[in-house]
T-cell receptor, first 117, second 109 residues
Framework: GAVVSQHPSRVICKSGTSVKIECRSLDFQATTMFWYRQFPKQSLMLMAT?????????EQGVEKDKFLINHASLTLSTLTVTSAHPEDSSFYIC?????????????FGPGTRLTVT | GQNIDQPTEMTATEGAIVQINCTYQ??????LFWYQQHAGEAPTFLSYNVLDGLEEKGRFSSFLSRSKGYSYLLLKELQMKDSASYLCAVIDSNYQLIWGAGTKLIIKP
């Protein structure tokens, strides 16, 4: 149980275009979802936290107008990278937290590798 | 500020035992997680400690001392597939998960 999916797993886009990444909790309701970014050989960097039905809370230094997060339901959150640039190329990982497992445990999706050319 | 320290990299031999340490200074404490992350993949849950002591789960064990702000992950009978990064993460008083930078574990035959 506690499966989180992400789509797409890999995406290549041209500079200036927008990319949407979906994160779904498949067998539980995720009251909170998190979006992380990870550059090669570095640790996870939390970008934002979103609760269903409310606006996302962004970490310092993350542009909310560039990284649009929508958490429309208890099983789906989306991250849209707008006007992508090569420096946005990274591994984006979502996680979900709900009424499963240990309190505050986060279940991770498989990640999305974004390459901006 | 909040800080979690782990060694950047460790090397061990197949079949041996390795201990990965994690020290933390956070605003409050509501539990500590260890995650395993293979290159190019998302983290997977290994253990959770909220009380002092040792939690054993197969080849992996995790220890916590809240008074010392210290935890370790112990891996026994190392296998090549254990080569990965191991991430320590602490839940602070705001119930936010604070991540360490991770320890890259290299297993040699």
């Amino acid at each position: 149980g506690a499966v989180v999916s992400q789509h797409p797993s890999r995406v290549i886009c041209k500079s200036g275009t927008s990319v949407k990444i979906e994160c779904r909790s498949l067998d539980f309701q995720a009251t909170t979802m998190f979006w992380y970014r990870q550059f090669p050989k570095q640790s996870l960097m939390l970008m934002a936290t979103s609760n269903e039905g409310s606006k996302a809370t962004y970490e310092q230094g993350v542009e909310k107008d560039k990284f649009l997060i929508n958490h429309a339901s208890l099983t789906l959150s989306t991250l849209t990278v707008t006007s992508a640039h090569p420096e946005d190329s990274s591994f984006y990982i979502c996680s979900a937290r709900g009424a499963k497992g240990f309190s505050y445990e986060q279940y991770f999706g498989p990640g999305t590798r974004l390459t901006v050319t | 500020g909040q800080n979690i320290d782990q060694p950047t990299e460790m090397t061990a031999t197949e079949g041996a035992i390795v201990q990965i340490n994690c020290t933390y200074q956070t605003s409050g404490f509501n539990g500590l997680f260890w995650y395993q992350q293979h290159a190019g993949e998302a983290p997977t849950f290994l253990s959770y400690n909220v009380l002092d002591g040792l939690e054993e789960k197969g080849r992996f064990s995790s220890f916590l001392s809240r008074s010392k702000g210290y935890s370790y992950l112990l891996l026994k009978e190392l296998q090549m597939k254990d080569s990965a990064s191991y991430l320590c993460a602490v839940i602070d008083s705001n119930y936010q998960l604070i991540w360490g930078a991770g320890t890259k574990l290299i297993i040699k035959p």
